[in-house]
């Protein structure tokens, strides 16, 4: 099956410092990739929808200069957070469709990022 | 804009007993999609179950079926035979079959399930 990995899965980073994540599909090509955050016990919020070779569409009230969003290739999307805070200690998500149609989205594990 | 509830924040069962986690949604659409995902401890999203809406047949995945009621638009997840392994958090979730924003999931707040040995 279509397969999504993202890396790192855990990242520990200071306050004002940037963080790159990747979010790569493995066996397919993705024209769309999603980025999720997830709060303690909370549901997946959608940040932002990543089209390759083109901007990022994001959603009401994410910020789109602290959270870069680049989607060079059909197999790469990286979420950057710029100047982080401890308020952005979150676990992201990404996904990825593989076909069009029913076809589910795929997922990554996920990264967890703690400020400090 | 499309809204999914998940009225139930915690369930519990006894293992290999039968439990039923709640689901409505709200949407103008006819056609769409709507989805069953599982995230275990260690927080990978992992798909359950899927029904598209212009099936009127219930979808079912082994000990996973759900209930599909579009006019009342509810899709519950009965999860027959728990096992230990199915303790986790459900989430329910929409998306548009077509149009703008077609990829994207609205996800429920979800419901933990826990198995009782």
């Known amino acids: 099956g279509a397969v999504v990995s993202q890396h790192p899965s855990r990242v520990i980073c200071k306050s004002g410092t940037s963080v790159k994540i990747e979010c790569r599909s493995l066996?397919?090509?993705?024209?769309?990739m999603f980025w999720y955050r997830q709060f303690p016990k909370q549901s997946l919020m959608l940040m932002a929808t990543?089209?390759?070779?083109?901007?990022?569409?994001?959603e009401q009230g994410v910020e789109k200069d602290k959270f870069l969003i680049n989607h060079a290739s059909l197999t790469l999307s990286t979420l950057t957070v710029t100047s982080a805070h401890p308020e952005d200690s979150s676990f992201y998500i990404c996904?990825?469709?593989?076909?069009?149609?029913?076809?589910?989205?795929?997922f990554g594990n996920g990264t967890r990022l703690t400020v400090t | 804009a499309q809204t999914v509830t998940q009225s139930q924040p915690e369930m519990s069962v006894q293992e290999a007993e039968t439990v039923t986690l709640s689901c409505t949604y709200d949407?103008?659409?006819?056609?769409?999609?709507l989805f069953w995902y599982k995230q275990p401890p260690s927080r990978q999203m992992i798909l359950v179950i899927r029904?598209?809406?212009?099936?009127?047949q219930n979808a079912t995945e082994n000990r996973f079926s759900v209930n599909f009621q579009k006019a009342a638009k509810s899709f519950s997840l009965k999860i027959s035979d728990s096992q230990l392994g199915d303790a986790a958090m459900y989430f329910c979730?929409?998306?548009?079959?077509?149009?703008?924003?077609?990829?994207?999931?609205?996800f429920g707040k979800g419901t933990k399930l826990s198995v009782i040995p």
């Open positions: 029904q598209e809406a212009y099936k009127q």
């Open positions: 066996d397919f090509q993705a024209t769309t």
């Open positions: 996904s990825a469709r593989a076909n069009p149609g029913p076809s589910p989205l795929h």
């Open positions: 979730a929409y998306r548009r079959s077509s149009g703008a924003g077609s990829y994207q999931l609205t």
């Open positions: 990543s089209n390759e070779g083109s901007k990022a569409t994001y």
């Open positions: 949407t103008s659409e006819s056609d769409y999609y």
